[in-house]
């Protein structure tokens, strides 16, 4: 497929069948302005491709002969036949911190890290010399290639193409989204990366329902069966869109739940739904990559970050690596994976203690009336004056096709100011709607007999949809309030809240703090992570020492167990209210 290299972003993209500059450039984290929506009406995303000549041309009365001639097209119009180089005219937003599929900065630094340079000063010096040791070494001997791992004795690698470069796989299994990045081993440079919904949410969106579906034989093989196909999937794709060979795949470091990951090796997950809550599979340690059915060179090896407890998995040790300054004696930081699966840690000057929660998926955009994943038409973004005003942002600027995560913390925290929705989470209807604003109260709605508010086209937040968010953030709110506890700490000694999760780049942190999710006064504490899970499993790709440092690094943290202690049900029960809205000087 024909690569694209766009400027002024500097930012290189192989493209896919079919597809059209303007999706390209979307995949790449640059959003052009398309009023719209891609259908070539406005003349909005204009684009100048280097070369013209052979490039077929996209009319439109905005763009003049001459400036055909010049080279100037519509990137929702235009469909790449050969490599080519753009530079974008139109209004953009770059979003840098999306999963991008395209060329990633290979470099690794320090200040990547949450706390950047000034963390620097608080690693032992130990920490800081970490060696640069390669997981995978290929030698020619005797005109033949061989291959060691983690320094270990060489080993003749069959049918090794000449000139080829070891490949590796960072792969986030999530009960949620897959998400597969290609990393060149010999350089550190990323590839490509991409992403998908997990094919076993047709069996249930929680892990009890896979660890229930997963517990005979036949349930077990269905739902390893669709995730290998699923992640192999994600592995061709990636390596299409760089112009790799699976074959050259010769490392996969994988982080996810441990439930995940024991799917995907085919492990009995029953043990994991039952006290003791035992792990089938171990972690630290390296496993042939047949071992999950990965389809990739056959003298693959997979390695599994370590695994603190059943419901606290590889995904969220590798995720720390994001943020080693957790593991500083003096530190007072919450680390929080907002997922299915809400798993946090607490560093509590030289005390690390972590557990986990059953959130549900309402912060994926699953179990929401209009919930989807972030992709074009997604509502994103939402912000409110809270008297009359109500405005909404939706992914590339398109018509509004549902609501995703950082969407739907927005909506709930607007529909709270505005007074549409009370502590207790109940709706108006619009049999009140005379105690609001016109443009407010046209948006109150039933649907299906349910209070409802329109957010626009034919997108509406239901009262259920306002329980799920209950659910959801209060599970979290009531761990972080038990570690706390367990710590003898209060939230204002907090000097960082970690925030990790996919989406929690497009997430406002004082809108976290407004529906309860987090404590009163720390939304200025908060740092958006993004999916640390993938990431930190980049850096043990690049850097092998990165394993040992984890290990060693992992004994050191307590379980705490959050369902059966004192007390749980009680602030479980507490966090579901929302906090009252404080009036402001504006306000009044």
Not at 281 to 299: E, H, M, Q, W
Not at 307 to 330: E, K, Q, T
Request: net charge negative.
């Amino acid at each position: 497929m024909p690569r694209l290299r766009i400027l002024p972003v500097n930012l290189s993209i192989q493209t896919r069948k079919g597809e059209t500059v303007r999706d390209a450039l979307y995949r790449a984290g640059v959003e052009l302005d398309t009023p719209c929506n891609g259908q070539g009406l406005c003349g909005k995303c204009l684009v100048c491709v280097e070369s013209p000549d052979n490039v077929l041309e996209t009319p439109h009365k905005e763009i003049s002969e001459k400036q055909m001639h010049e080279g100037i097209r519509l990137a929702c119009r235009l469909v790449p036949r050969t490599d080519m180089i753009v530079r974008v005219l139109s209004q953009y937003h770059q979003d840098e911190h999306r999963i991008l599929e395209g060329d990633r900065d290979p470099a690794f630094s320090e200040s990547e890290m949450v706390g950047g340079e000034d963390h620097r000063k608080h690693l032992s010096a130990s920490d800081s010399l970490i060696q640069n040791i390669p997981a995978v070494v290929l030698e020619n001997k005797e005109n033949a290639c061989h291959l060691s791992y983690d320094l270990s004795q060489p080993r003749l690698l069959v049918s090794w193409p000449e000139n080829a470069t070891p490949k590796g796989l960072a792969i986030d299994l999530g009960t949620t989204t897959l998400v597969v990045s290609l990393i060149d081993l010999s350089t550190g440079r990323e590839l490509s990366t991409t992403s998908s919904l997990n094919p076993q949410i047709r069996f249930g969106h929680d892990v009890v329902r896979r660890i229930e579906k997963g517990s005979t034989s036949e349930g077990l093989a269905e739902l390893s069966g669709c995730v290998r196909d699923g992640l192999n999937n994600l592995i061709e794709q990636a390596c299409q869109d760089s112009g790799n060979d699976p074959g050259q795949v010769l490392d996969v470091v994988m982080g996810g739940n441990t439930t995940m990951l024991q799917l995907a090796a085919s492990i009995d997950p029953a043990p994991l739904g039952q006290v003791p809550f035992t792990v089938g599979i171990k972690s630290g340690c390296t496993y042939p990559a047949d071992r999950f059915g990965l389809d990739v060179n056959p003298a693959a090896r997979v390695y599994i970050p370590p695994i603190v407890h059943a419901y606290i998995g590889a995904d969220i040790s590798a995720g720390l690596l994001v943020s080693r300054r957790f593991f500083s004696p003096d530190s007072a930081m919450l680390f929080v994976d907002i997922g299915t699966n809400g798993e946090m840690g607490l560093s509590a000057r030289g005390r690390y203690l972590m557990t986990s929660t059953a959130a549900g998926p309402a912060f994926e955009g699953m179990g929401i009336s209009a919930g989807m994943r972030a992709r074009i038409g997604a509502v994103e973004a939402v912000s409110t004056d809270g008297q009359s005003g109500f405005d909404v942002h939706t992914i590339g600027d398109a018509p509004a096709r549902g609501i995703c995560g950082s969407g739907i913390i927005d909506i709930t925290a607007a529909l709270l100011k505005l007074g549409v929705i009370d502590y207790s989470g109940r709706m108006k209807r619009p049999d009140n709607a005379d105690e609001f604003p016109g443009p407010i109260a046209s948006r109150l709605r039933l649907v299906n007999e349910i209070p409802a508010f329109h957010i626009g086209g034919e997108i509406c937040f239901t009262q259920e949809d306002v329980r799920q968010v209950q659910l959801a953030k209060s599970a979290i709110r009531a761990a972080i309030e038990i570690l706390l506890q367990e710590a003898g700490m209060e939230a204002a000694g907090l000097e960082r809240i970690v925030l990790a999760g996919g989406f929690g780049y497009s997430l406002r942190a004082e809108n976290l703090e407004a529906i309860g999710l987090l404590p009163p006064d720390t939304a200025d504490k908060v740092y958006f992570a993004g999916n640390t899970s993938r990431i930190g499993c980049v850096r043990m790709l690049r850097n092998v020492a990165f394993r040992r440092y984890l290990e060693e690094k992992m004994k050191t943290v307590e379980h705490v167990s959050i369902e059966t202690r004192p007390g749980f049900m009680d602030l479980y029960v507490e966090s579901m209210e929302f906090p009252e809205i404080q009036e402001t000087e504006s306000d009044v």
